[in-house]
């Protein structure tokens, strides 16, 4: 029943995201923002206009991008920034299931409704991986649900539904790392090897593949050390560790082999040209020369980025195009960016250091063996401090880390939200520490009820907490009132800013 709570609020907050990036997109102007906006060479249809009218949110900022690749390919140097898999989806859901509109739509239209549909139904399956994911891992079912719910209103909530990647890439990852909990190996690598074809962080989740089998390496060879006598013990060492350096080596393959084979096709397309620019359409032409940006020419000299010993376009794009490298965004004029950033950073951060104090040998040793109480990962304590956590809060430090020197740090928001389960499962464990209303115990505000009940007292469908606490939401704890504000402000003005070209996260 909790899956059914979690995709009924999903559904719910899919299609108010859709009405209200609609409502605001036609009530406040768009800003004349430079971003990146190629002309339409493709004369419209009948309800384009109406298409645009209710979706044209959508297609803001980056998501102008993943449009233009869906419709036309990779025809400027800089769309290599934006990895495959979102356009081919959005691609074959015009060609396919929206086909039957093609009398009506253009292709961008098509895109366009592509975009709120595709998207939608992204959220939904992530929002069932990251419960399924949440259940596993933690062993508690409410921290799973509370986590859960309040996905459903991430403070990343404009790129879940934009034409951005991140539905897709959090699809996959969190369903992958689920495939994986579960001991489904080559299934896990799969989904994660797909999910580095949406965006190029999933090679982080290349750590996962090397830690997790690890674990279970090891408790194997606890139970052999105890259960196997004579020399037989030494060979189930030996091929205990055998398969446990086949896996990670075929896995990391496996899972590196869409951006190794996107960065050889980025190396074919500019370094080994094959088009001319006659085959360019004069309007695209005309935008690249105004714009500087640089389309695949036979009879022209490659660039200088084909001449590095490792010639990686993903990276002479960040580098060159988005100026994004170690420090460089620590500017004075940047304070409002990393502004922006603190709030997620600050969740990402007292999750390390609350994890950390709750299990401090657990950290040193790495989680990889238990000594003392914390003894045995098949039956860990439920919570967020069990030891099955351990590798998500790392995995959550890194992309922190990261984020925080090397890109763009506004970017954090999303790129965290997408990416790792870790900072809804600490708000969902603030909240249940800190707020009396969400306890099982009877509290000073007999009105509120987290569970229903039959008549015959037995528990019956659990009510969403989340939308429990909003009409008390003055007398709230601080710390609920400060978690929740922070959701929904960043959920509503994500949507009122992004969708009218103004800066956001």
């Known amino acids: 029943m909790d899956v059914r709570a979690v995709l ?37 249809l009948y309800l384009d206009s109406a298409v645009e009218w209710l979706f044209g949110g959508l297609s803001h900022w980056d998501a102008e991008h993943f449009l233009f690749i869906a419709e036309r390919g990779y025809l400027y140097e800089h769309n290599f920034a934006f990895f495959p898999l979102f356009p081919v989806v959005l691609r074959g859901l015009a060609e396919t299931l929206l086909w039957p509109l093609s009398s009506w739509l253009s292709v961008r239209g098509r895109l366009l409704v592509a975009v709120a549909l595709g998207n939608s139904a992204l959220f939904l399956l992530s ?13 508690d079912r409410r921290l799973a649900l509370l986590s859960s719910l309040l996905y459903c209103i991430t403070p990343a909530n404009v790129f879940m539904t934009a034409g951005y990647s991140e539905s897709l890439f959090a699809a996959l990852t969190f369903g ?20 580095t074809a949406a965006r190029s962080n999933g090679l982080v989740n290349i750590g996962f593949l090397l830690y ?70 004069p309007a695209l032409l005309s935008l690249a020369e105004r714009k500087g940006y640089r389309v695949p020419d036979e009879n022209g000299p490659p660039p200088l980025w084909c001449m590095r010993p490792l010639p990686l376009l993903y990276s002479h794009i960040q580098d060159v195009y988005w100026d994004v490298g170690f420090l460089r965004y620590f500017e004075l004029k940047q304070i409002p960016n990393f502004i922006l950033a603190l709030p997620m950073a600050t969740l990402g951060i007292m999750a390390a250091y609350a994890y950390f104090q709750a299990n401090p040998e657990l950290c040193l040793r790495l989680g990889l063996w238990e000594t003392g109480a914390n003894k045995g990962l098949d ?13 998500y809060v790392v995995h959550s430090t890194v992309l922190l880390v990261f984020g925080t020197l090397c890109m763009h740090v506004q970017v954090l928001t999303r790129f965290m939200a997408s990416s ?12 249940l520490l800190n707020e009396p209303l969400l306890h099982r115990r009877k509290t000073s505000n007999p009105s509120i009820q987290l569970q229903t009940h039959s008549r015959n007292g037995c528990n019956h469908t659990p009510q969403n907490p989340i939308i429990a606490l909003l009409p008390y939401f003055t007398t709230c704890s601080p710390t609920t009132q400060s978690i929740l504000g922070y959701f929904l402000s960043y959920w509503v003005l994500g949507l009122a800013l992004h969708c009218n070209f103004l800066p956001w996260t």
């Open 8 to 44: 009924e609020f999903a559904t719910v907050t899919r299609g108010l995201s859709l009405f209200l990036q609609a409502v605001l997109n036609a009530a406040i102007p768009d800003h004349d923002a430079d971003a990146f906006r190629p002309p339409r060479t493709e004369e419209p």
């Open 420 to 431: 790792s389960p870790v900072p809804f499962w600490i708000s969902a464990h603030l909240l």
């Open 176 to 195: 992958g790392l689920f495939l994986l909990e579960k001991g489904f190996t080559l299934r896990a690598c799969l989904a994660l090897s797909i999910a």
């Open 212 to 281: 997790l089998p690890s674990l279970h390496a090891i408790s194997q060879i606890r139970v052999y050390r105890t259960t196997t006598k004579g020399h037989f013990k030494v060979f189930h060492y030996i091929w205990v560790i055998i398969r446990l350096l086949l896996t990670s080596l075929l896995g990391t393959a496996i899972i590196a082999l869409p951006f190794c084979a996107f960065q050889y096709y980025g190396y074919r397309t500019f370094c080994t040209p094959s088009v001319s620019l006659e085959r360019i359409p």
């Open 127 to 139: 929002v069932v991986a990251l419960h399924a994911l949440s259940r596993k891992v933690l062993q």
């Open 379 to 391: 039956k860990p304590i439920p919570g967020l401090f069990n030891p099955r956590v351990f590798v």
